[in-house]
């Protein structure tokens, strides 16, 4: 540990009390202010960790996945460090290390769970060398700040060259452009789903990975599970989806939770297991931290059990009580997500109140034309009526007016507390609401809903 | 006339796999459903890189835009028959709307920072260059008919030739070049933008423009009944607003 190093994480420790003094989240200022005094702090202080880090990136499911390893590792009896509340940045992983860091700088705990930006994973696998590093899909995504999706791979790519050997990649076979990144990579360990029941009910109009990452011709698909997800292969080059280690050979979906049978190299059959959540994504997302717990050596059992008793991230379907009233918070930021969560409600059946919120900040996306990408024509027949809120209000009424939502089924109210209220009142006495908002509005609504006495203060989770 | 009697509309999307990116797509929702709402007809075609090209059949193209992969695989389809057979179709009276990296490709050619230059159709008297600066952001321009908004994203930059004329003046963001102040353009009944979005949907003037120009092709110049576009107008004035706010 070097002065510099303990000069930042004393900065950074400082500021992080001094936030909570004021009753303010402290999930990025400590770590940036940490960063600014030694930009290596990071690499300095996850040298306690005894049983080294876990990078989890990708487009979708990051949040949940980190947060079903933490459950995972917890339950395996280690410690962990986690950044929490979508701090995915430099800043926040180093702000969830000054939490758990003694005055030195050494992080004392078994294992480091970080949630990293896809785009920031280069400048994190510089500083850091994990033991796993997991990438659970690549969508297209906010690409006034995340450029293209095959740039965005290619850097990725360029980044896991600088790994060790020792390093393992843990990746979905039945993504393209995420199962390519296993070129060159002795260590990995595959995830997907092999049951050929397994589909989207929404239209597979938007894709990105339609053509070989490799020779550029056509991919076929035997089966499209979600977007570009599925079982592929390359006729032209021979290009094809690598044997998933861990795969679910049947996903039964249920309203609220799903159940996974996975594939057993021996013949005795192994315990399905159960994910309290809904839709094939968490699927994936449990299949992911399944395969990063064999990575790291902890049982099938280990990890079952503790996604048996999984609770939802912030905004991941998270339920919240209002005036007897349920409102139901799904974070939507771009297409793939979008319509996996319209998958989800299409599954679940019957009519959907929904309260729909668009900004453009930059943590949304500043280009909100990704409303048009996704497919709003299959989530309308579900839709018994819509309030629609945020920066860009405007723009998603106008959406919801083209996939075919009469006017009378539609209001737009500016003002979250406002715009909450309305959808309240719209509701009956016991009824779901379904919030389906960017991530930004999700921090303003979350804010009003404690404002309006509904919630804590989201870092108090 | 379509089997129901009615007037009817062929729309082709071009590349839709690999050329549509930012919202493109939104145009075609948007264009079929202004017809729709006026009682046309719709039908909509896409054409993949490998399939053929049929000149007779679409009365209006939309030409999005891509990533690096797709304009290689594009610009090579282009150069073979499918080429020859858009432009047939575009001198015959089809209405193009053309986007970002589509627009690029029916210029003369982009010219990237390195390597040969990329042959374009030359259905629009324009030239890309690849410039040093991307342009990113909100672009609000004006154009004779009204304002025009949308989101930018491109490296080219394009200079426009006698024979196209600017659909529209920059206000807000950079447009073809960031220094002429032109945005888009016209030549024809093809146009050309940098407006991703998606265009349309907020620029109604401008999908009925292309409408009217789509529908003259085989059933004479129409007239097009006016439709409430409270919420298209709303859009406009508020995507404006945050515009001229945060460019």
């Given at each position: 540990?070097?002065?510099?190093?303990?000069?930042?994480?004393?900065a950074?420790?400082?500021?992080?009390?001094?936030?909570?003094?004021?009753?303010?989240?402290?999930?990025?200022?400590?770590?940036?202010?940490?960063?600014?005094?030694?930009?290596?702090?990071?690499?300095?202080?996850?040298?306690?960790?005894?049983?080294?880090?876990?990078?989890?990136?990708?487009?979708?499911?990051?949040?949940?996945?980190?947060?079903?390893?933490?459950?995972?590792?917890?339950?395996a009896?280690?410690?962990?460090?986690?950044?929490?509340?979508?701090?995915?940045?430099?800043?926040?992983?180093?702000?969830?290390?000054?939490?758990?860091?003694?005055?030195?700088?050494?992080?004392?705990?078994?294992?480091?769970?970080f949630?990293?930006?896809?785009?920031?994973v280069?400048?994190?696998?510089?500083?850091?060398?994990p033991?796993?590093?997991l990438?659970?899909n690549?969508?297209?995504?906010?690409?006034?700040?995340?450029?293209?999706v095959?740039?965005?791979?290619?850097?990725?790519?360029?980044?896991?060259?600088?790994?060790?050997?020792?390093?393992v990649?843990?990746?979905?076979?039945?993504?393209?452009?995420?199962?390519?990144?296993?070129?060159?990579?002795?260590?990995?360990?595959?995830?997907?789903?092999?049951?050929?029941?397994?589909?989207?009910?929404?239209?597979?109009?938007?894709?990105?990975?339609?053509?070989?990452?490799?020779c550029?011709?056509?991919?076929?698909?035997?089966?499209?599970v979600?977007?570009?997800?599925?079982?592929?292969?390359?006729?032209n080059c021979?290009?094809?989806?690598?044997?998933?280690?861990?795969?679910?050979?049947?996903?039964?979906?249920?309203?609220?939770?799903?159940?996974l049978?996975?594939?057993?190299?021996?013949?005795?059959?192994?315990?399905?297991?159960?994910?309290?959540?809904?839709?094939?994504?968490?699927?994936?997302n449990?299949?992911?931290?399944?395969?990063?717990?064999?990575?790291?050596?902890?049982?099938?059992?280990?990890?079952?059990?503790?996604?048996?008793?999984?609770?939802?991230?912030?905004?991941?379907?998270?339920?919240?009580?209002?005036?007897?009233?349920r409102?139901?918070?799904?974070?939507?930021?771009?297409?793939?997500?979008?319509?996996?969560?319209?998958?989800?409600?299409?599954?679940?059946?019957?009519?959907?109140?929904?309260?729909?919120a668009?900004?453009?900040r930059?943590?949304?996306?500043?280009?909100?034309?990704?409303?048009?990408?996704?497919?709003?024509?299959s989530?309308?027949?579900?839709?018994?009526?819509?309030?629609?809120?945020g920066?860009?209000?405007?723009?998603?009424?106008?959406?919801?007016?083209?996939?075919?939502?009469?006017?009378?089924?539609?209001v737009?109210?500016?003002?979250?507390?406002?715009?909450?209220?309305?959808?309240?009142d719209?509701?009956?006495?016991?009824?779901?609401?379904?919030?389906?908002?960017?991530?930004?509005?999700?921090?303003?609504?979350?804010?009003?809903?404690?404002?309006?006495?509904?919630?804590?203060?989201?870092?108090?989770? | 006339?379509?089997?129901s009697?009615?007037?009817?509309?062929?729309?082709?999307?071009?590349?839709?796999?690999?050329?549509?990116?930012y919202?493109?797509?939104?145009?075609?929702?948007?264009?079929?459903?202004?017809?729709?709402?006026?009682?046309?007809?719709?039908?909509?075609?896409?054409?993949?890189?490998?399939?053929?090209?049929?000149?007779?059949w679409?009365?209006?193209y939309?030409?999005g835009?891509?990533?690096d992969?797709g304009?290689?695989?594009?610009?090579?389809?282009?150069?073979?028959?499918?080429?020859?057979?858009?432009?047939?179709?575009i001198?015959?009276?089809?209405?193009?709307?053309?986007?970002?990296?589509?627009?690029?490709?029916?210029?003369?050619?982009?010219?990237?920072?390195?390597?040969?230059?990329?042959?374009?159709?030359?259905v629009?008297?324009?030239?890309?260059?690849?410039?040093?600066?991307?342009?990113?952001g909100?672009?609000l321009?004006?154009?004779?008919?009204?304002?025009?908004?949308?989101?930018?994203?491109?490296?080219?930059?394009?200079?426009?030739?006698?024979k196209?004329?600017?659909?529209?003046?920059?206000?807000?963001?950079?447009?073809?070049n960031g220094?002429?102040?032109?945005?888009?353009?016209?030549?024809?009944?093809?146009?050309?933008?940098?407006?991703?979005?998606?265009?349309?949907?907020?620029?109604?003037?401008?999908?009925?423009?292309l409408?009217?120009?789509?529908?003259?092709?085989?059933?004479?110049?129409?007239?097009?009944?006016?439709?409430?576009?409270?919420?298209?107008?709303?859009?406009q004035?508020?995507?404006?607003?945050?515009?001229?706010?945060?460019?």
């Open positions: 540990m070097t002065l510099r190093t303990a000069a930042a994480v004393a950074g420790k400082l500021a992080r009390a001094g936030l909570q003094t004021f009753g303010r989240g402290a999930t990025a200022l400590p770590g940036l202010i940490t960063l600014a005094v030694d930009p290596d702090a990071i690499a300095r202080m996850t040298t306690g960790l005894t049983r080294g880090a876990v990078l989890v990136s990708g487009t979708n499911g990051k949040t949940t996945t980190s947060r079903m390893l933490a459950d995972i590792v917890r339950a009896g280690w410690s962990a460090v986690h950044n929490r509340a979508g701090s995915n940045l430099e800043r926040g992983i180093a702000s969830a290390l000054l939490a758990e860091s003694e005055w030195g700088g050494v992080t004392r705990a078994d294992v480091g769970i949630e990293v930006d896809e785009a920031s280069p400048r994190v696998l510089g500083r850091i060398e033991r796993v590093v990438v659970t690549l969508f297209r995504d906010q690409l006034d700040r995340y450029f293209e095959d740039q965005l791979a290619r850097r990725i790519a360029t980044s896991f060259a600088t790994l060790p050997a020792s390093t990649v843990v990746l979905n076979a039945d993504d393209p452009i995420v199962a390519r990144l296993a070129e060159g990579r002795a260590n990995t360990v595959f995830f997907g789903i092999d049951d050929p029941a397994a589909g989207g009910k929404v239209p597979q109009s938007i894709s990105d990975a339609t053509h070989c990452p490799r550029h011709h056509r991919l076929a698909y035997e089966r499209v979600l977007a570009h997800v599925g079982d592929w292969h390359c006729p021979g290009l094809t989806r690598p044997r998933p280690d861990v795969a679910a050979t049947r996903v039964e979906l249920r309203p609220g939770a799903t159940r049978h996975l594939s057993s190299p021996a013949p005795s059959a192994i315990d399905p297991v159960d994910v309290p959540l809904p839709g094939l994504y968490n699927a994936y449990a299949l992911a931290a399944i395969a990063v717990a064999r990575a790291i050596d902890i049982s099938l059992s280990t990890a079952g059990r503790a996604l048996a008793a999984f609770r939802p991230a912030f905004g991941r379907l998270e339920v919240i009580e209002a005036d007897a009233r409102l139901r918070l799904v974070l939507v930021k771009n297409p793939a997500g979008f319509n996996a969560a319209t998958s989800a409600l299409l599954e679940q059946g019957g009519q959907h109140r929904i309260l729909a668009l900004n453009d930059d943590a949304d996306g500043r280009d909100v034309s990704w409303i048009w990408d996704s497919d709003y024509e989530l309308v027949p579900a839709v018994e009526h819509a309030v629609v809120t920066i860009r209000a405007r723009d998603l009424a106008l959406r919801f007016k083209y996939a075919g939502l009469p006017r009378e089924r539609m737009v109210v500016d003002g979250w507390s406002d715009a909450i209220r309305r959808a309240i719209l509701a009956p006495v016991g009824g779901e609401v379904v919030v389906l908002t960017t991530y930004t509005a999700l921090l303003s609504l979350r804010h009003a809903l404690a404002d309006m006495g509904y919630v804590g203060r989201f870092w108090e989770d | 006339m379509s089997a009697g009615r007037m009817d509309l062929r729309i082709c999307h071009l590349y839709p796999d690999l050329m549509c990116i919202g493109d797509r939104g145009n075609v929702i948007a264009l079929s459903q202004r017809a729709r709402w006026r009682g046309i007809d719709v039908a909509v075609r896409e054409l993949e890189a490998g399939d053929t090209l049929d000149p007779d679409a009365d209006f939309l030409f835009g891509g990533q992969i304009q290689d695989v594009v610009s090579k389809d282009l150069q073979g028959p499918n080429g020859d057979a858009l432009k047939r179709s001198a015959g009276g089809a209405a193009v709307l053309s986007i970002c990296g589509g627009y690029q490709l029916l210029g003369h050619e982009y010219v990237p920072a390195e390597g040969p230059a990329i042959p374009g159709l030359s629009l008297d324009v030239t890309t260059r690849a410039g040093k600066v991307r342009f990113v909100n672009l321009a004006d154009a004779p008919q009204g304002p025009l908004i949308g989101f930018e994203n491109h490296s080219g930059y394009t200079y426009l030739g006698p196209a004329t600017p659909l529209a003046t920059v206000r807000v963001g950079h447009g073809n220094a002429d102040k032109t945005e888009g353009a016209v030549q024809g009944r093809t146009i050309g933008t940098y407006c991703h979005g998606s265009v349309l949907p907020k620029n109604p003037w401008l999908a009925d423009m409408l009217a120009w789509a529908l003259e092709r085989r059933h004479g110049p129409a007239i097009l009944a006016p439709l409430d576009d409270i919420e298209e107008l709303a859009a004035r508020s995507a404006a607003e945050v515009a001229a706010a945060r460019p």
